[in-house]
Antibody
Framework: QGALVQSGPQVTRPGASVKVSCKMSGFTIISTDIAWVRQAPGHGLEWMGWVTGFNGRTISAERFQDRLTMTIDKSTATAYMELMSLTSDDSAVYYC??????????WGQGTLVTVAS | QSALTQPPSVSGSPGQSITISCSGSTGHFESVKLVSWYRQSSAKAPELIVYESTKRPSGVSSRLTGAKSGNTASLTISGLQPEDEAVYYCCSYTGSFWVFGGGTWLSVL
């Protein structure tokens, strides 16, 4: 089935950026696409974007397009999500999940990002 | 504001059945095959429970049934058990991006 293991919690300041990693195991990287989904405290799930292991192409939700970078390092089988120009509204749990065009499965355990001054 | 509408909460007693609806506006549910459902128990990552509107991944209980008619998808849970208590999210591909419903809290009384 494969698994995704994410990096640990982070605390950062407004205006800064955060980078979250998602280590893949049990997948063929070149045929694996990774989606990023976030969940603010007390809120629902929000799709942020997608990156393909085939050629690194990305698609981002419109609201994140100018400050979201998603990459895949094939050599380490790790996906990365970097979000810039953070505000307190970006405090959330960030999840990576394998995207097989039908669904998201499996999911990483989530990474809590706290933006505070 | 989610483009997929779910009831905020539903409830049922052990042994009963409940149905959670997920309604999209015209243009959503681009493909009848691409509606999925996720269960999120407290403080845990979401878990896939239905994909392509009606299919269950291996290991998911047959008490969970997905359906779709027009622009409305639904998830029925029969024989409610205490461990079914969770938040349930529907998700759809719009043709260019994915969108989640707002989530439905299922309370097993």
């Amino acid at each position: 089935q494969g698994a995704l293991v994410q990096s640990g919690p982070q605390v950062t300041r407004p205006g800064a950026s955060v980078k979250v990693s998602c280590k893949m195991s049990g997948f063929t990287i070149i045929s694996t696409d990774i989606a990023w989904v976030r969940q603010a405290p007390g809120h629902g799930l929000e799709w942020m974007g997608w990156v393909t292991g085939f050629n690194g192409r990305t698609i981002s939700a419109e609201r994140f397009q100018d400050r979201l970078t998603m990459t895949i390092d094939k050599s380490t089988a790790t996906a990365y999500m970097e979000l810039m120009s953070l505000t307190s509204d970006d405090s959330a749990v960030y999840y990576c999940a394998r995207d097989d065009y039908r669904s998201f499965d499996p999911w990483g355990q989530g990474t809590l990002v706290t933006v505070a001054s | 504001q989610s483009a997929l509408t779910q009831p905020p909460s539903v409830s049922g007693s052990p042994g009963q059945s409940i149905t959670i609806s997920c309604s999209g506006s015209t243009g959503h549910f681009e493909s009848v095959k691409l509606v999925s459902w996720y269960r999120q128990s407290s403080a845990k990552a979401p878990e896939l429970i239905v994909y392509e509107s009606t299919k269950r991944p291996s290991g998911v209980s047959s008490r969970l049934t997905g359906a779709k008619s027009g622009n409305t998808a639904s998830l029925t849970i029969s024989g409610l058990q205490p461990e079914d208590e969770a938040v349930y999210y529907c998700c759809s591909y719009t043709g260019s991006f994915w969108v989640f419903g707002g989530g439905t809290w299922l309370s097993v009384l």
